[in-house]
C-alpha cells in the first residue's frame, strides 16, 4: 500500500508528492491510523475538473509530532469514514455541502452551514437551484413518547452572543438529546480567500473568529512564510507566542467568569469580566488593538516594543495575575460553586476521542492534546509549556484545565519578555511557491488551529482550507449535555465556549 | 463567606470615571485617522492601492476616507511614502448619518448628535437594547459585552441589555448581516415596540468591514433596518461604543466640533 505522506507542522510540500490513493485505500489508512490515536486535523475538497473531486486527508500524529497526508479522487459519492471513524462525521458533511459529493452509509448527513453547493448543479440532497435555502430549517432528530417535549432556542439568543440554533429532546427536566443547527454566520470565508493571498486575506483571517485573532493570524502567516521560504526571527517569533499566550489569558479569564455568572456567583463573576479587559488591554499595549489586529504579519511584525512597554507589560501582567488568582480561587474554595461544576456535562475519554476533541475540551479528558508540544511551530520549539490536563471530563475539569493554563501562560510570557531576543521583527516574505500544499496548526485558545492551502500554477490560493477547533468540538458539547438537566445548558455551553463564526466561516 | 469579603476588599473599586474624565487610552491606540493632502502628489494613490475594504478614495480635493468601511488597520499608514495618513488617539467616532462618516482634508467626522426631544425625553434616561449579532465575529460583541462590566457600568446611565426585542427600546447590530440572518434580524426589529431606534456597531454592520460585497451578507445593519448611531472600528473600543450611546442620548455635555486631538 502506498504510504501516507509524512511533514512536518509548518512544512510546503509540492502538491504532486502528495499520494493518491484508491478511496478503499484511503479509508482503510485513516481508519487505522485513527484506531492508533491520530486525529483527524482536515477532510476537505479541492475540484480537478468539472466532474471530479480530489478528498485531501491531514492526520495528525501526536505522538511523533507529524502531519500525514494523503488524498484519493471521488466523482459523485464513495463511501463514508463515518461509521468507522466517527471524528470524520462533520468532515463528511462539510464535503457533502461544499461540493455535492456524497458520502454514503454517513448517519447524519444533513447541511452543517446551509449554503449553496460550490459546484452548480451538485447538491448532496438534490434541492432545486431555485428552492430557498433557510438556514436551521432541517429534519431534526426527535424523541417520541408520553412527557417528551422538545425545547427550540435561537438563533437569536438571551445575551450578546453569536447565533445558532439549539434544539432539545427532554422528557420533564432531563435532556435525552441535543441537536445543534449552525450556518448563520457564514460569511464565505474560504470563498474570499480563493485566488488570494491579497490586501484582504489577513483581514479574512482576523475576523473569522474575532477572538482567536492572533492564533489564525500567527497560522496563516506561518503558511505563507513556509511558502514565500522565508524564516522570521527569533524576535518575531517571541513576541507572537507573548500574543498568543495573551488572548488565552483574556479569554480563559473570561471564561471562568462567565462560568461563575451561569451559576450565580457573583464575586468571581464581576471581577473575571473586568481582568479580562485588562489583558485584552495589554494586547493593546503591544499594537493598539484589544485583539490584535494588526500586529501578525507575514513574515514576523508589524509593532515592537521598546523597554518601557516590556516593564509596563510585566507590570500589568503581575498585577492581574494577583487578581485572576483571588478570584479563581474563590471559584475552588466555594462548595456550592463545586457542587455545580462537578460531574455537571461530563464527556468520556473514549467519546473524546472517538468525536476527535481538541483543546481544552480533550484536555479536560484527560488527553494531551496540545500543539504546542506535540507539533511545536515558532518560540515554542525553543521554549515549551507544560500540557495541563485533568480527567475528569466535566465542567470542572475544563474550568480547571483553564486555570492551569493561566499559570503557565503567565509564567510564559514572564519568561519571554525578560528573555526578548533583539534583532529585527520583519522580514519580506518572498513569492508563495505554486503548486504547492501547506499546512499550518497552531494552538488557539479553544484549541488547534488547522490552516492548510494549496496554492495553483501562478502560486495563488486554488484552495485554502480553515478548520477552527470549534468544528471538531460543537459535538463534544452536544454529547455532554445527554442525561442533563436543561438548566444545566448555560453552563455546559459556556464550559466549552465555541466559536459559531469559526464554524460557520 | 469570609474569604469572599476579603477578596471584595482587595479587589478594589474599578468603575472610570469616565464621562467625568477622559481616559487616557495606550500609546498604540489607532483612533480616527487625519489626513494630509498637501503632501499627496498628483496621481498618487498608494493609500488607496492598499486599503483591503477601499475606504479611501483619492479625488479632486484629496483623499477621502470612508470610516464606515475603515479598520483602523493601518496599512494604508504603512504604504504611504509620504506621510499624509496618520492615526491618532481620538476615539470619539460615532456618527448619525453614513454620509457624515465619510472625511476629508476639508470634512471633518460629523460627530454623532442627541436624538430628538421627544424620543430623548422616552429613552433619554432609560434605553432597553436587544443585542444582535449578525455574522459578527465575536469581537464587536466582546467589546459591547464589557460595556456590562464594573469599569463601564452601563447600568449607571439607564443604559441595559434584555433578554427580549419585546422588552427593549431599540436593536444594537453587530456583523455584516450574512444572507442566513438577514430573516433572524427583520423579525427580531418587527418584534421591538415602537418607536425604536437602532445602532451599528463596528465596521461589518455599517459597511460589511472586511467582508463587504461579499455575495453571502448584505453589506450591513442599513440593508435591513434604518440605523440611528454609526460607530466605526474594527471592533470600535467599548469607550467609543459607550460615547456614542451617550452623544445619542444627550448625556454628554456639549462638545464643540474641534479639529482631532493631537497624537499622545
Known amino acids: 500500500m502506498t504510504a501516507a505522506l509524512s511533514m512536518h507542522n509548518g512544512q510546503t510540500v509540492a502538491l504532486a508528492d502528495v499520494p493518491v490513493l484508491s478511496v478503499a485505500e484511503l479509508r482503510d489508512h485513516v481508519i487505522r491510523a485513527a484506531g492508533a490515536g491520530a486525529r483527524l486535523g482536515a477532510f476537505f475538497g479541492n475540484p480537478l475538473d468539472a466532474s471530479s473531486l480530489r478528498l485531501f486527508a491531514i492526520l495528525v500524529d501526536g505522538f511523533s509530532g507529524n502531519l500525514l497526508v494523503l488524498a484519493t479522487d471521488v466523482a459523485d459519492r464513495y463511501p463514508a469514514l463515518t461509521p468507522d471513524c466517527p471524528q470524520a462525521h462533520w468532515f463528511e458533511r462539510e464535503i457533502a455541502e461544499q461540493w455535492g459529493v456524497r458520502p454514503l452509509g454517513h448517519p447524519w448527513l444533513k447541511p452543517i452551514r446551509f449554503h449553496r453547493s460550490y459546484r452548480a448543479g451538485e447538491d448532496a440532497w438534490g434541492r432545486p437551484a431555485d428552492a430557498a435555502l433557510l438556514p436551521g430549517v432541517t429534519d431534526f432528530f426527535q424523541v417520541a413518547g408520553e412527557e417528551v417535549h422538545e425545547v427550540a432556542v435561537g438563533p437569536v439568543h438571551a445575551g450578546i452572543i453569536e447565533p445558532g440554533h439549539f434544539r432539545f429532546q427532554c422528557h420533564g427536566e432531563e435532556v435525552l438529546h441535543l441537536e445543534i443547527s449552525l450556518g448563520f454566520q457564514h460569511r464565505g470565508v474560504e470563498s474570499g480567500l480563493l485566488g488570494g493571498p491579497d490586501k484582504r486575506s489577513l483581514h479574512f483571517i482576523e475576523t473569522l473568529a474575532g477572538d482567536t485573532s492572533v492564533a489564525h493570524a500567527i497560522a496563516y502567516s506561518e503558511i505563507l512564510e513556509s511558502l514565500g521560504g522565508v524564516t522570521v526571527t527569533a524576535r518575531a517569533q517571541s513576541l507572537r507566542g507573548i500574543a498568543l499566550e495573551l488572548e488565552r489569558l483574556a479569554n480563559h479569564t473570561g471564561d471562568l467568569g462567565a462560568l461563575a455568572t451561569d451559576i450565580g456567583f457573583l464575586p468571581t463573576s464581576s471581577y473575571c469580566g473586568r481582568i479580562r479587559g485588562d489583558f485584552l488591554n495589554t494586547t493593546a499595549l503591544l499594537c493598539g488593538n484589544r485583539f490584535g489586529r494588526s500586529l501578525i504579519r507575514p513574515g514576523g511584525l508589524w509593532f515592537d516594543v521598546d523597554g518601557a512597554q516590556v516593564s509596563q507589560i510585566l507590570e500589568r501582567l503581575e498585577a492581574a495575575e494577583r487578581e485572576v488568582t483571588n478570584a479563581a480561587d474563590l471559584l475552588w474554595n466555594t462548595s456550592s460553586v463545586m457542587a455545580r461544576f462537578e460531574e455537571t456535562g461530563p464527556v468520556s475519554v473514549d467519546t473524546c476521542r472517538d468525536l476527535g476533541l481538541v483543546g481544552v475540551a480533550a484536555r479536560a479528558c484527560g488527553l494531551e492534546r496540545d500543539c504546542r508540544y506535540e507539533l511545536p511551530s515558532g518560540i515554542f520549539r525553543f521554549a515549551q509549556i507544560p500540557v495541563s490536563t485533568w480527567d475528569t471530563g466535566d465542567v470542572f475539569a475544563r474550568a480547571y484545565v483553564r486555570w492551569l493554563e493561566i499559570k503557565r501562560s503567565a509564567a510564559f510570557i514572564r519568561d519571554q519578555l525578560g528573555t526578548l531576543p533583539a534583532g529585527h521583527i520583519h522580514s519580506p516574505v518572498p513569492e508563495t511557491a505554486p503548486s504547492s500544499l501547506s499546512v499550518s496548526l497552531v494552538e488557539g485558545w479553544r484549541g488547534e488551529v488547522c490552516h492548510v492551502a494549496i496554492t495553483d500554477k501562478g502560486g495563488r490560493f486554488a484552495r485554502y482550507k480553515v478548520v477552527d477547533p470549534s468544528f471538531h468540538n460543537w459535538m463534544g458539547l452536544a454529547i455532554a449535555l445527554r442525561n442533563q438537566q436543561i438548566a444545566d445548558f448555560p453552563l455546559c455551553n459556556k464550559s466549552f465556549n465555541l466559536s459559531y463564526c469559526g464554524h460557520d466561516l | ?264
Open chain 2, 1 to 264: 463567606m469570609w474569604k469572599v469579603l476579603v477578596s471584595r476588599l482587595k479587589q478594589g473599586h474599578r468603575t472610570l470615571t469616565y464621562p467625568r474624565s477622559e481616559p487616557a487610552l495606550p500609546a498604540p491606540y489607532r483612533g480616527l485617522p487625519v489626513l494630509d493632502s498637501s503632501r499627496c502628489p498628483n496621481g498618487c494613490g498608494e493609500c488607496a492601492e492598499a486599503c483591503p475594504t477601499d475606504a479611501l478614495v483619492p479625488g479632486d480635493n484629496g483623499i477621502a476616507l470612508d470610516l464606515g468601511r475603515c479598520l483602523f488597520c493601518v496599512d494604508c499608514e504603512r504604504a504611504c511614502p509620504h506621510g499624509a495618513i496618520r492615526m491618532t488617539q481620538d476615539w470619539h467616532l460615532a456618527g448619525r448619518t453614513r454620509a457624515g462618516l465619510i472625511i476629508s482634508e476639508s470634512k471633518m467626522l460629523a460627530r454623532a448628535e442627541a436624538l430628538g426631544r421627544e424620543l430623548r425625553g422616552l429613552l433619554g434616561r432609560s434605553l432597553k437594547l436587544r443585542e444582535v449579532s449578525a455574522a459578527g465575529c465575536n469581537a464587536c460583541e466582546a467589546d459591547v459585552n464589557v460595556l456590562g462590566t464594573v469599569v463601564f457600568d452601563l447600568g449607571r446611565f439607564g443604559i441595559q441589555f434584555v433578554a427580549s426585542p419585546r422588552h427593549a427600546d431599540g436593536l444594537l447590530i453587530t456583523g455584516p448581516v450574512s444572507r442566513n440572518m438577514e430573516l433572524a434580524l427583520r423579525k427580531t426589529y418587527e418584534a421591538v415596540p415602537a418607536p425604536k431606534i437602532v445602532i451599528a456597531v463596528g465596521a461589518c454592520a455599517i459597511s460589511g468591514g472586511p467582508y463587504v460585497d461579499s455575495p453571502q451578507v448584505l453589506n450591513g445593519a442599513d440593508a435591513v433596518v434604518p440605523v440611528d448611531l454609526y460607530v466605526p472600528g474594527c471592533p470600535p473600543h467599548p469607550l467609543s461604543i459607550l460615547d456614542g450611546l451617550l452623544r445619542l442620548l444627550g448625556r454628554l455635555p456639549d462638545i464643540p466640533e474641534t479639529a482631532p486631538r493631537p497624537t499622545a
